[in-house]
């Protein structure tokens, strides 16, 4: 599978990846996997955070719609008419660390180290999802981390492991249970959340 960016930060629970291709990110709650030093070893993380801007530190991007012309440029236009915007623009994503691969078990915890800067970043594929996904302790590392939008990213992530399985409702029923389990205590954030990974 082509590496889709590289590691540009990193952390024991989350890293952010700078895509080689610009406006070209996984989606929103879709699991990556980042390569390490070990071999064999591989970190899964769950993109959380898409963002594009400048590559210059404190740069913003400026506007381009309308040329000195005063024509009127709309969306892909502007793309298509300033090619440069490819040097100039990153395209980022952030995702949190769910778990690792090693020797070919998977564990949903922290790895003993996190994904060095540089190293490359995958997209998982249908088959690695649906194995990632089989087992649900990842649910409790999501709902109750800090500073990303938890809810919605873990049902994102849900309603994505559904649509990698042949028994899609099968697993949606699975995961509502354990998402019950977990928020038993929560009612109302509880049913947002089985509204959400409702098919």
Known sequence: ?????????????????????????????SLVRAQTRSEGMAVYG??????TGSKEPGGRAVMRGRTYSGRNLYDGEIYHEHPDLAEVLQTEFSAITVGFVEGGRCYQYLPPHPPPVHYSVYPSDDAELAGF??????????????QIPSDELLSAAIRAAARARPDSRDYLVRAGRELASLLKDDYDRLTALLRRIRP
């Open 46 to 51: 769950l993109v959380y955070e898409i963002r």
């Open 1 to 29: 599978m082509q590496r889709i960016g590289e590691v540009i930060e990193s952390s024991t629970t989350r890293f952010t990846a700078g895509a080689y291709e610009l406006l070209e990110a996984p989606p929103f709650g």
């Open 133 to 146: 996904c089989e087992s649900s302790d990842f649910f409790r590392s999501v709902l109750f981390a800090a």
